[in-house]
């Protein structure tokens, strides 16, 4: 269903078989989607903005795939957008997605003009999810990541700042940021800065080797003097460890 306007044209979606018409510039996703499927609005160069009710929770493949004039998308139902989802929606500045979970390959590549996005409750991101979003300079998640794949951001040469968690695991390879050289911060989710991703990677590994020190350090006292470091930290005792006094290992 459409309704007129001046220059605007709105209509409002109501699932598989609706043909959207080729002049719509404002879509309102009806109550009754629960997912956007495949191509739905494949290159609708008309289409302005979206929004979609807290019952829609995917967004199909290539669903907005080469929506040149999309600018505004606001799903906060959505959990998961398939591949190639948002694909070269160059003119798309505003996303509010804050149950956005799965964000799979290439789902938002060539959205060259997004600047930011935030994605509270996002867990994995796949290989080229961001690739050539050149103006993104601020990328925010929260604690529930669990994983970014390779060359997640690739090409983001904008890229500044980043916000995530520390958790092992989370940086799935070395060439997520690659051509991303203006990326001088790193958030910890909980607060804690780091300047370089290499500043986070060493500080998940203090974090490792202080794990394994508390843990040696809490079987110290049960343990007789006259054991070597090497003995203590393999949890082996015996009479061919050579003997040492007691001794408390220190944090990295």
């Known amino acids: 269903m459409a309704a007129e306007g ?12 609706d043909e959207v018409p080729d002049d719509v510039t404002h879509v309102t996703v009806d109550a009754s989607v629960r ?22 929770k995917k967004v199909g493949e290539g669903a907005f795939d080469g929506c040149s004039s999309l600018r505004r998308v606001i799903m906060p ?38 600047g930011s996005i935030n994605l509270p409750s996002a867990k994995f991101v796949e290989g080229y999810a961001f690739r050539y979003c050149e103006a993104l300079a601020v990328v925010k998640f929260g604690s529930k990541l669990e994983r970014i794949e390779r060359r997640a ?6 890229l500044e700042r980043i916000t995530i968690p520390l958790k092992d695991g989370i940086i799935a390879a070395d060439d997520i940021f690659t051509e991303c050289d203006n990326l001088k911060h790193v958030d910890q989710v909980e607060g804690e800065l780091h300047e370089t991703i290499a500043a986070l990677q060493l ?31 393999s949890r ?17």
Request: charged share 25%; aromatic share 8%.
């Open 6 to 17: 001046d220059h605007i044209r709105r209509y409002n979606y109501t699932g598989e078989d």
């Open 35 to 56: 997912v956007i499927p495949e191509e739905a609005f494949y290159d609708n160069h008309s289409i302005v903005e979206v929004i979609c009710g807290v019952n829609v």
């Open 77 to 114: 139902g959505v959990e998961v957008v398939e591949e190639n989802a948002f694909y070269d929606c160059k003119a798309l500045t505003d996303i509010e997605c804050g149950k956005l979970e799965i964000i799979e390959s290439e789902a938002f590549q060539r959205c060259t003009s997004l």
């Open 153 to 158: 951001f690739v090409d983001c040469t904008a």
């Open 203 to 233: 500080e998940e590994w203090r974090n490792d080797m202080n794990e394994e020190i508390d843990s040696i350090n809490q079987i110290l006292p049960t343990v007789s003097a006259g054991f070597s470091p090497a003995c203590i930290a």
């Open 236 to 252: 082996h005792f015996n009479e061919e460890c050579p003997p040492i006094s007691r001794v408390a290992i220190v944090h990295v």
